[in-house]
């Protein structure tokens, strides 16, 4: 069966710190993955996804980048964190095929800025 | 992506009675849906989904209900536990994206 692993589990850095969170998928070959931030009380907000390794599609500007440097692993990382950038982190995995694509999440990251 | 601010709608519910949330999609092109659970502090948990080509699917105690022609999605849950209590929120698919609502808080009261 197929795990998705997140870490770390929280996060507390100083603004204007660097910062590198990783995901790593078991159990499946080529996964589409995904990173996604949760604010308090609202919506999943897409920042990256990635359909193979190298290849990253950025949904929202901002101060956060992506890599894919392997298959199964999907990293997120900023080179100064923001005030803003707190947050619930998702990454999340799924497989394209004709009939649909279900999404499955990691754990998540909380990242608290101060 | 969607704003709504910090106050989830809340459903109240019996243990033992029958739930039911509500989820308005926008794309009435979107041909995949699918249900998450989400309990604090943890990732969303996958329930189920529907394809556009039905109008409903049924798992164990859930079932999902597709209206196409208003654009409304609903997730029944029945005799409602305490573990079910959470945030469920619906998502749309589009071209490798979803489109996520923000959620319904399900209280389950004892």
């Known amino acids: 069966s197929q795990t998705i692993h997140q870490w770390p589990a929280t996060l507390v850095q100083p603004v204007g710190s660097p910062l590198s969170l990783e995901c790593t998928v078991e159990?499946?070959?080529?996964?589409?993955l995904y990173w996604y931030r949760q604010a308090a009380g609202r919506g999943l907000q897409l920042l990256f996804y990635?359909?193979?390794?190298?290849?990253i599609s950025s949904e929202v500007p901002q101060n956060l980048s992506a890599s894919r440097p392997q298959d199964r692993q999907f990293i997120l990382s900023s080179k100064k964190l923001l005030l803003s950038d707190s947050g619930f982190y998702l990454c999340?995995?799924?497989?394209?095929?004709?009939?649909?694509?279900?999404?499955?999440f990691g754990p998540g990251t909380r990242l608290l800025v101060l | 992506g969607e704003s709504v601010g910090l106050h989830l709608p809340t459903l109240s519910v019996q243990e033992g009675d029958n739930s039911i949330i509500n989820c308005a999609y926008s794309?009435?092109?979107?041909?995949?849906f699918i249900w998450y659970k989400q309990e604090s502090g943890k990732g969303p948990q996958f329930i189920i989904d529907?394809?556009?080509?039905?109008d409903k699917r049924q798992g164990q105690r859930v079932t999902v209900l597709l209206n196409k022609t208003v654009k409304h999605l609903s997730l029944q849950i029945a005799a409602t536990q305490p573990g079910d209590s959470a945030v469920y929120f619906c998502?749309?698919?589009?071209?490798?994206?979803?489109?996520f609502g923000t959620g319904t808080r399900l209280k389950v009261l004892a």
């Open positions: 999340a995995w799924g497989l394209g095929t004709s009939g649909g694509e279900t999404q499955y």
């Open positions: 159990g499946t070959s080529n996964p589409n």
């Open positions: 794309n009435s092109a979107s041909d995949y």
């Open positions: 529907i394809r556009s080509n039905m």
């Open positions: 990635s359909v193979g390794i190298g290849q």
């Open positions: 998502a749309e698919r589009g071209t490798y994206k979803y489109i």
